[in-house]
């Protein structure tokens, strides 16, 4: 949009077939003004904000993994302390990594802002 006008190139730009509309008041994410730009690249919405960024929730993402299937993957509980009171074979089998029951797939997927 080379040659447009600040305001111009905004109302110019369109988001999920919406139109969306510039303004000089900064954005509600504290970007957005005339100088610095959001993630609608300074444009707002005609309600008067933008659909901001989702935010991974950075202790979810340090306990959860994503495996090439789309599940999620966690490490198993028990292997804390305590460790002498159980058998080989248990912290052994404790080891291994567990998938994320299916009733929790929408929550965790919602915690890593994940699609």
């Known amino acids: 949009m080379a040659g447009l006008s600040d305001q111009a190139a905004a109302t110019a730009r369109v988001d999920n077939g919406e139109r ?11 970007a957005g003004g005339r100088g610095e730009m959001c993630a609608t690249g ?4 005609k309600g008067g904000s933008h659909m901001p960024k989702m935010k991974t929730r950075k202790s979810v993402a340090k306990r959860f993994t994503r ?10 509980a028990g292997r ?8 080989r074979k248990r912290k052994r089998q404790l080891r291994r990594g567990a998938l994320v029951s299916p009733a929790d ?5 919602l915690a890593l802002a994940v699609h």
Do not use: D
């Open 20 to 30: 969306l509309r510039y303004s000089g008041r900064p954005c509600s994410c504290g």
């Open 42 to 45: 300074g444009a707002r919405r």
């Open 67 to 76: 495996t090439g299937g789309g599940k999620f993957k966690r490490t198993m």
């Open 80 to 87: 804390r302390h305590l460790l002498s009171g159980k058998s």
């Open 105 to 109: 797939y929408k929550r965790i997927a």
